[in-house]
């Protein structure tokens, strides 16, 4: 063999040249260790995709490093210790998403009402397949698997709500320096698919008085002469209904609608005094929101056949109410009409309905009747 720096011939397997005194052998450079305090990086050889595993550095007892994450190659486990800093990260930056909803709610919640909290717990039921998802992993497309599956069965409004929640968390999380952009901002939404609600006719109204003796109806009459949405209805307190001076105070989900004036029309009176005498609770109505949809609005409908009887579900083998033609929100859209026609003033409707501006009420809640709307333009004249 020949040595490696005076190229002479000496002995195989020599250790170092004879001649120049070269060593022979070169031995392995042994990879540099990261600097003490800058985190380490380990190898797990059991996840092929990503088995570089990197920790930040522990704390002077040498314990309670945290675990940063798994990564395809060294590189970006570096590059995930660089971006580390000991500062700034808090506790939460392993927290999965179901436990960052639960600590944003802790404080959020605080601030709503119950209608806006159940709505926000309704929306984080379709975000269960990424409960246990690491909140710093989860990206936009993650987010838009959740809305495109909840748009398979539900209403863009639903979806809207669902997106809403996404942001929140996002910025919750900015907050507490676990990512630094807000994914949810990306999220694409099912396009709008407007329609318009339905409102009592005038012969389905006069259906329901001529029915009136059913206690049932008295109810759906009540809310279709005060305007009040069906949780709100179902929430009033007796101790809020005032019958020597007509009137009930109630309402709920936006600040315009708390706790507002509502008075009892003098036809609908004998029902709310028949209603609040019967009351075996604290509140006007015995029952909940649910089996008041069902046991109260949707089945006297279905007697009156003003929508379709229930259908066995194959799923459950319940009898479920499908897509019927009224819902109790109805009743809220013929309240709004039926007062705009008896020339009630914007600004009481505004009121009594409570909404914030009464754009909303003239845009979304009054529907013209066409023959009112045809008399109204006749008043217009030529000019000879």
Known sequence: MQCKKCHKDIPDNSLYCNFCGKKQETTKRKKAKRAQGTGSILIDNRNSNSPYRAYAPSDRYGKHRKYLGSYESLAKAQEALEKYKVDNISDFYNYTLSRIYDEWSKTHFETLTKSGEQGYKTAYKYLSPLYSRKMRELKTADYQM????????????????????????CKYAMQNDIIDKNYAEFIKLPKVEKKEREVFTDAE???????????RVQQILIMCY?????????????????????????????????????????????????????????????????????????????????????????????FEYKNPRLTPHCTRHTFATLSAEAGISPESL?????????????????????????????KLKRKD
């Not at 599956?149 to 709500?161: I, V």
């Not at 009033?236 to 020597?244: D, F, G, P, Q, Y």
């Open 146 to 169: 959740c809305i495109d599956k909840c748009a398979e069965s539900y209403s863009r409004s639903q979806c809207e709500k669902v997106k809403q929640l996404c942001s929140q968390l």
């Open 205 to 215: 109204l006069c259906l329901l008085w001529k029915h009136s003796e059913d206690e």
């Open 226 to 318: 005060t305007g009040f949405r069906i949780g709100e209805i179902c929430d009033i307190l007796k101790s809020n209904v005032n019958l020597e001076e007509r009137y009930i105070i109630g309402g709920e989900k936006t600040k315009a609608g708390i706790d507002r004036y509502v008075p009892i029309q003098d036809d609908i009176y004998p029902f709310v005094q028949n209603v609040y005498n019967k009351s075996t609770s604290d509140k006007l109505i015995n029952i909940g929101v649910k089996a008041f949809r069902n046991n109260v609005f949707y089945a006297a409908l279905s007697d009156l056949r003003l929508i379709d009887p229930p259908i066995k579900s194959e799923k459950t083998g319940k």
């Open 350 to 378: 505004q009121k009594i309905i409570g909404h914030a501006k009464f754009e909303t009420t003239a845009d979304v809640y009054i529907h013209q009747n066409t023959d009112i709307l045809q008399a109204e333009m006749s």
